[in-house]
Each structure stands twice: as C-alpha cells, then as structure tokens.
C-alpha cells in the first residue's frame, strides 16, 4: 500500500508529486501529464500570468520556468505572455526531473478500503493508499449554461473542448462569455477567417493593464507591488497568505472566490479583439434553439429589448463551478458526505483535507477556501508544500477508520475480483 496516491498530472498534481517524494513518501502518479495545455487549448493561446508567476513547484526551487526557457534558448521576461505550447513542453520537462514516472491511464474511481482507499484505473486494475489527493485541474467543472441544454454538441461546446479550433474555418460562431477565455478564443477564430461575434451580460468589456516595469521606483512598488496575481495590495493578500485568506469568515471567502480578479481580457489580446470582433454587450441568451439548420439565439437586452441572431455553433466560455457534486471519481457514499461550502465546493481543513480522513483536495475546488490564487498556476507552491505536509501528519497519525457503509452486509453479496497494480489476482469484498 502506498503512502501517497495522487490523481491528476497537471501543475498541481505534479507540483504536489515532487514535494511527495523529496520528502520519501512511496507514492504513485496517474494522469496525462499538463493534459488540459496540451488537449484542450488551441495553438496560439498565451498564459495570462507573468511566466515568473508560472513556475511549478519543486522544493528546492530549481525547476521554474525560466531555467527551462534558458536551456531552450529563449528568455521569459516580465510583460511577454508564455505560449501555452511552451509551457506545457516545461510541466513535460518538470515532470521528468521531479516526479516518479507518471502513470497515464485514466483513474475512473476511488473509494474507501481497510486503512485508507483504492483507486480503480480505465483497464480495471486498482492501487491501495494511505492518502489520496485529487488535483484534477478543471476540466470535470465546465459550467455551460442551462439556456443552451437543449442544443446538441454539434451546435454548443465549451471553451475548453478545443484544442484546436480550424474546424470553424470559414463558419458563423458566437463565443458568450467576457472573460479572457472568451477573447482570445474569439481573436483566434477571426484570425483563421471565421465569423464570430461576443455576446456578453456585462455593458462593457474589462481589459487587464499592461503591467508596470519590473525595475521602478521604491515608492511605486510600495504603492502597488508586484505579485503572481497582478499588481496591489489586495493581490498580495491572495497571492501570498493564502492561509491568512481562509482565517476570513466563510460568507466573505465565498464571495471573493466568485468574484475576484474577473472576467477582464488581458492587455495584449485587446488590439486583436476590439476591430475584428462583433461585440453584442449588455445582451443575455434568453432562448436558444435549432432553426433550418442552424442555431437560433434570442437574447435579451439590459433595457429589455429583444433580438434574435443565427450561427451555426455556440461556443460556452462561461467558466468553470467546482461543487462537491462533480467529483465524479469519488464513491457516491464518500462524495455524499463530504462536508460543503454554501457555494457548493468541499470544504477543506489548513492543509488541503477534506472532511473525509485522509482523502486530500487541490486546485480550483479549494478556491473557496484559500482564495483566488487556487485558480491560477500560482497556487500550486503553496499547495503543494502545504498539503504534503498534511499527508504525512495523517500518515503519522495512524490510518483513519475510514466509511465503508453496508461493508458488512454486502460482503459475499457485492464482493469482486480486482487486480492490484502489478495485477495480481485478490478478492476485494465489502467495498464499491
């Protein structure tokens, strides 16, 4: 039984990894290493964090960005946006210098066992460990509104299903959303020659300023210094205390996670959006229904006019919602119980454990809790180095009497023959 099973191979998951193993636990890794960079963003994206925000997490602080853009002979300098390309080719990198091998098969369950839990992976087989953490970025909490739940993925997606967007060449797509994800999405679709327009519910676009110089005067960086989240103050505090951020009180967590630092387009995609863009602010999708074809939109206006427009697909860049009811990969009688946040997501203790014994939670689901910097590349830092210790507080605590429910009334009802990792043959009774 391992000490430490983490599922997910994105910066969290990897980040978490390498202070794992630099502190001896014997773990294991499952997942597509930087699988969202690398499947689920087109070519041409830019990360809209400065690239020396960007680094994950190694403990000795050896394996940043920077160093790996030094040995591939390019410089990441302050103020010039990291393609996304590169900086999925730096977590491949990371992951070979500071994470155990990275096992790529799909974990599609984890439920609880004698002394701490089990994984099943995608051919069946499973792995025992003391502790868990599920760093799975955000791709099982796409949020597309209820509005377009009739159209069929023919005719809606959402922003983070494309990792390449040349099949709307030359076809009519609406993006809805005003956030980054929802700029430049649209600028790369006007730029390969597609016509697209931006429904937003806000009246006007919000644009991130260019930062400031690195090097400025004292008094300047006193006013407004530098942070992984943007310039200030209030930036500092999410960026740098995030243990500081859960000490507030849980309604005022709540509504800074959901409303903090968003929805604005980065500087550098404005000039590509504003002249080549049709922008329909102030307007919310209110029917959205098949028409000859194509996809009919009614949308309804701050003053209460209606309009309606066609385009053959809808593109949903409307965010992500990390609720409790999403981790799908968690025992229905785990995910259950899990203690909950009035928005939804998993509460989760100072050092990233959930209500669950053992059973450990990273990355955007733990917003609510530590604060805006959970939804950024930023975060993973003070996660990792947090969590892991957890884990081996946990480890030395002993292993948790952990719930089984109806263990003993299933058993020689619901037992199963399993594999382990090696994949010898055992009989798992009493667990789902």
């Known amino acids: 039984m391992y000490d430490l099973l983490v599922v997910g191979a994105g910066p969290y998951g990897l980040s978490i ?5 630099a502190a ?10 930087m699988a969202s960079w690398r499947d689920h963003m087109p070519r041409g994206m830019f990360l809209k964090s400065e690239p020396w925000a960007s680094s994950l997490s190694d403990p000795e602080g050896r394996l940043r960005l920077d160093t790996y853009c030094a040995e591939q002979g ?10 996304v390309e590169m900086f999925a080719s730096y977590g491949l990198w990371f992951a070979r210098h500071a994470v155990p091998e990275v096992d790529e098969r799909m974990v599609t369950g984890v439920h609880p066992c004698p002394g701490g839990f089990e994984a099943v992976v995608e051919d069946g087989r499973s792995v025992r460990a003391r502790t868990v953490v599920l760093a799975v970025g955000v791709l099982p909490f796409t949020e597309v509104p209820a509005v377009l739940g009739e159209l069929g993925p023919e005719h809606v997606s959402h922003s983070s299903d494309h990792g390449d967007l040349a099949r709307f060449r030359g076809k009519d797509v609406t993006v809805i959303g005003g956030g980054q994800a929802a700029l430049e999405t649209a600028a790369l679709l006007a730029e390969q020659g597609t016509r697209v327009r931006v429904i937003a519910r806000a009246g006007g676009l919000r644009w991130n300023d260019v930062p400031p110089p690195w ?7 006193a006013r407004a210094p530098h942070t992984g989240l943007g310039c200030g103050w209030r930036n500092w505090f999410y960026a740098e205390r995030p243990d500081a951020f859960r000490a507030l009180p849980e309604s005022t967590r709540t509504r800074i996670a959901a409303t903090a630092l968003g929805p604005a387009g980065a500087w550098w ?5 504003e002249p080549a863009v049709e922008l329909l602010l102030g ?3 209110a029917a959205a229904y098949t028409a000859q074809g194509a996809v009919r939109l009614e949308t309804l206006g701050r003053s209460g006019e209606l309009t309606s427009l066609d385009t053959e697909h809808v593109i949903a860049a409307t965010g992500f919602r990390a609720t409790r009811d999403r981790l799908g990969l ?5 995910r259950g119980t899990l203690a909950a946040s009035p928005d939804g997501s998993p509460c989760v203790g100072r050092e990233f454990e959930s209500s669950c014994p053992g059973l450990f939670l990273a990355g955007l689901v733990t917003a609510s809790g530590f604060g805006p910097a959970m939804r950024f590349v930023h975060g993973a830092s003070f996660t990792a180095r947090t969590l892991v210790r957890g884990v081996r507080r946990r480890l030395r605590t ?5 719930p089984v429910p109806g263990a003993r009334e299933r058993r020689g009802v619901l037992g199963r023959r399993v594999t382990d990792g090696a994949g010898a043959g055992r009989e798992a009774s009493g667990t789902r």
């Open 398 to 402: 002993g292993p948790a009497r952990l």
């Open 330 to 334: 968690l025992a229905e009688d785990v």
């Open 269 to 273: 995609v404005r000039d590509r959006v």
């Open 24 to 33: 001896g636990l014997s773990l294991r890794v499952f997942g597509r290493p």
């Open 74 to 83: 390019v410089r990441a300098r302050h103020g010039e946006p990291v393609p």
């Open 283 to 285: 307007h919310e999708v």
């Open 215 to 221: 090097d400025r005067p004292w008094w300047q960086s």
């Open 17 to 21: 990894a390498s202070h794992a193993a």
